[in-house]
Each structure stands twice: as C-alpha cells, then as structure tokens.
C-alpha cells in the first residue's frame, strides 16, 4: 500500500502500477492538488525486482508537470516458506531526481527530493494476516546541501524512516478459485525522523485493497499525522492506486 512487502514479483514477470496522491490543498496552494506515479516493475529472476517510475504534479504549481523520474532495485535474500505462511527478508535501493522546488523539511523521493535510499524490509505472513517492517535511510543529494550559509537552507539533507504495515485478508473465508476477489484492510504507521536536525513525523494510514483475478489490485487509504513538527506540504492525503501484473510475460530464452 504505501509501503513494499518483502516479496518480489515472479521471474520474467511484469507489473505495471498508476499511483495517485490526492490531497484537497497543500501548505503551498489554496486548491486541489495530485501527484501522479506511473510504475513499472520487471521481475528479472525470483528475487529481483526492478522498477521504473516517474510523477506529474500539481503540487506546486496550478498546472500539472512533469516532476521526477525514481530508479528502485529490491532484492530478497530470504525466504521460509511454510504452509499459510512464510517470512522473507529483502534489501532495495532507490534513487531519485526531481525538479520540483526545494520546499519544506520532510524528505521524500517521490516527487519532492532528489536523492539515495537504501532500506531494509521484513514480511512474516500467518495465515490471513501479514506484517511487514521497513527500516531505511535516505540521502538528498541537492548542491544546497554543500553550501547552506550562502543559500540559507535550514531544511534536513539526511533522514531515518521506520514503518510498520498489518494486513488482515477479510474475504473470501475460503478459497475456492484464483477467480475470487479478495478483500484486505491494512493499517500502517509510517515515520520519518531527520539526522541532521532535531525534527520528525509520525503518520498513521488506513486503507483497503481488492484483488481481482488474482493480479489486479485497487488500493484505496487515507493517511493522516498522529504527532510532528516538520514543516510539510501536507499532513492529509489520500491514495488511489490500480495495479496489474503479467506473469510470464517474459519467456525464457532456450
């Protein structure tokens, strides 16, 4: 949801992902504002998964515009798989570059923040309930950083993020078919607390998904901030996403 399991796609296989944030002003305009994330993601082999994606926003001008490019690598390293459960670990990289405004302290690298995050997720799965945690660090790599006298720059450059997901699968009570839509409702907390400043944020994010076929996701959540004093765009938001994948879309060469 706004957070990557563990899990990475099939080998040869391919997702393709429209991603939308939604919110009705920012701390910038008076008016409906949207960020738009295309995606695409390759499942190279069984553990690799690559992905390419860029956004166009209004969320800093009354016209939409072309406002970053996002390069991501996930890598799982582990993985014990039980029946109606598993645990996997898994390793990314994110880089990012944007041309959006150098505005507010909280990072993001997607859409806001030119930059580098390397994270760490952990996904355990029981029956109809997962958990997943991420632990990451993120770099902004702006020429500001390098010269802040000059420019007078008091945002943070470097940040640490922890967040938590919990998903619970609410329909079908038993399979029957791969046909079958599911339905799961997850609740995640989402932080981030800056390295170089003494500021920090923590958000809370309810949401809800449906599966069809199997391969079709439509994610709808809300997230909203429980506690922090970080100057952001935003502290209200909402997400809308569609998904939808092709396994085997690659076939193996002989």
């Given at each position: 949801?706004?957070?990557?399991?563990?899990?990475?796609?099939?080998?040869?296989?391919?997702?393709?992902?429209?991603?939308?944030?939604?919110?009705?002003?920012?701390?910038l305009?008076?008016?409906f504002?949207?960020?738009?994330t295309?995606?695409?993601?390759?499942?190279?082999?069984?553990?690799?998964?690559i992905?390419?994606?860029?956004?166009?926003?209004?969320?800093?001008?009354?016209?939409?515009?072309?406002?970053?490019?996002?390069?991501?690598a996930?890598?799982r390293?582990?993985?014990?798989?039980?029946?109606?459960?598993?645990?996997?670990?898994?390793?990314?990289?994110?880089a990012?570059?944007?041309?959006?405004?150098?505005?507010?302290?909280?990072?993001?690298?997607?859409?806001?923040?030119?930059?580098?995050?390397?994270?760490?997720?952990?996904?355990?799965?029981?029956?109809?309930?997962?958990?997943?945690?991420?632990?990451?660090?993120?770099?902004?790599?702006?020429?500001?950083?390098?010269?802040?006298?000059?420019?007078?720059?008091?945002?943070?450059?470097?940040?640490?993020?922890?967040?938590?997901?919990?998903?619970?699968?609410v329909?079908?009570?038993?399979?029957?078919?791969?046909?079958?839509?599911?339905?799961?409702?997850?609740?995640?907390?989402?932080?981030?607390?800056?390295?170089?400043?003494?500021?920090?944020?923590?958000?809370?994010a309810?949401?809800v998904q449906?599966?069809?076929?199997?391969?079709?996701?439509?994610?709808?959540?809300?997230?909203?901030?429980?506690?922090?004093?970080?100057?952001?765009?935003?502290?209200?938001?909402?997400?809308?996403?569609?998904?939808?994948?092709?396994?085997?879309?690659?076939?193996?060469?002989?």
């Open positions: 949801m706004f957070n990557e399991p563990a899990s990475t796609l099939p080998a040869r296989s391919l997702s393709i992902k429209l991603k939308n944030h939604l919110v009705q002003k920012t701390a305009l008076n008016q504002s949207f960020r738009s295309p995606q695409v993601f390759v499942g190279l082999n069984k553990n690799l998964t992905r390419l994606g860029g956004t166009v926003s209004s969320m800093y001008s009354t016209q939409a515009k072309v406002e970053s490019f996002q390069l991501y996930k890598y390293f582990l993985s014990k798989d039980a029946i109606h459960r598993h645990f996997r670990m898994a390793g990314y990289l994110e990012a570059r944007t041309n959006a405004p150098f505005h507010y302290d909280e990072i993001n690298l997607g859409g806001d923040r030119s930059g580098l995050e390397a994270g760490l997720i952990l996904t355990q799965l029981w029956n109809k309930f997962a958990l997943s945690g991420t632990l990451s660090q993120t770099q902004v790599f702006h020429y500001y950083r390098w010269d802040k006298v000059r420019h007078g720059v008091l945002h943070p450059f470097t940040s640490a993020q922890f967040n938590l997901s919990a998903g619970y699968l329909f079908p009570k038993t399979y029957t078919s791969y046909k079958q839509t599911n339905l799961n409702f997850y609740l995640e907390l989402l932080t981030q607390k800056a390295l170089d400043r003494s500021l920090y944020y923590v958000d809370l309810p949401a449906l599966i069809f076929a199997s391969k079709t996701k439509l994610n709808v959540g809300y997230r909203f901030q429980l506690d922090g004093d970080m100057k952001r765009m935003m502290q209200r938001s909402w997400l809308l996403s569609l998904e939808t994948s092709f396994l085997g879309a690659f076939k193996r060469k002989n």
